[in-house]
């Protein structure tokens, strides 16, 4: 069953079209989830992406964009409420107990791919952004959105998707001496 049937699919309660829908696009926000945050969290905060899109169908309008977009937009509201929440979590286990203060696993990742890739100086680096432009770097590099689905999926012109994702490569050659960590697009 074609996703682009009707002028407005999304406004249908076709449990069969929303299937397809989640068979389509749940194993890729999934990854784009779990490159954020974690395997651990991942399967949640899939599966609440998809009840925000069954929940907001009705608000999705076609003219404006694509369904995968759409989807990734939410699913990077939902990693940044998750993050929020886990931070309020770790502050007030931080006051009851130094050890528990930690930074969040978006975080922890960055540093691991990071370190792995380009050392200690990319991790700081990535971990320094903007969440803004981490969040076009993120949707590009781990989601492999285009510029015009990361417009579309953070509510922002095509030129601010440009713009934060220069600024991001920008500051990350700066802080690695000139070298350019991430292949031209």
Avoid: C
């Amino acid at each position: 069953m074609p996703l682009e049937t009707e002028t407005h699919p999304l406004a249908r309660d076709d449990p069969e079209w929303f299937t397809v829908l989640y068979d389509r696009y749940a194993g890729d926000i999934h990854r784009y989830i779990a490159g954020r945050l974690g395997w651990e969290p991942a399967g949640d905060l899939t599966a609440d992406v998809f009840l925000v899109a069954f929940r907001k169908r009705a608000s999705f309008h076609p003219e404006r964009g694509e369904i995968k977009p759409w989807l990734y937009g939410i699913a990077t509201k939902v990693v940044s409420r998750h993050r929020r929440t886990e931070g309020r979590r770790l502050k007030a286990l931080s006051q009851v107990n130094a050890e528990y203060a930690a930074d969040g696993h978006e975080d922890q990742a960055t540093a691991r791919v990071a370190a792995q890739l380009a050392g200690p100086q990319l991790a700081r680096a990535i971990k320094g952004l903007a969440r803004a432009d981490r969040d076009v770097l993120f949707l590009t590099a781990l989601g492999g959105l285009s510029y015009q689905e990361v417009a579309e999926a953070l509510g922002v012109p095509v030129g601010t998707v440009g713009s934060r994702l220069n600024r991001a490569k920008r500051e990350l050659r700066r802080v690695l001496g000139g070298v350019n960590p991430l292949k031209e697009n």
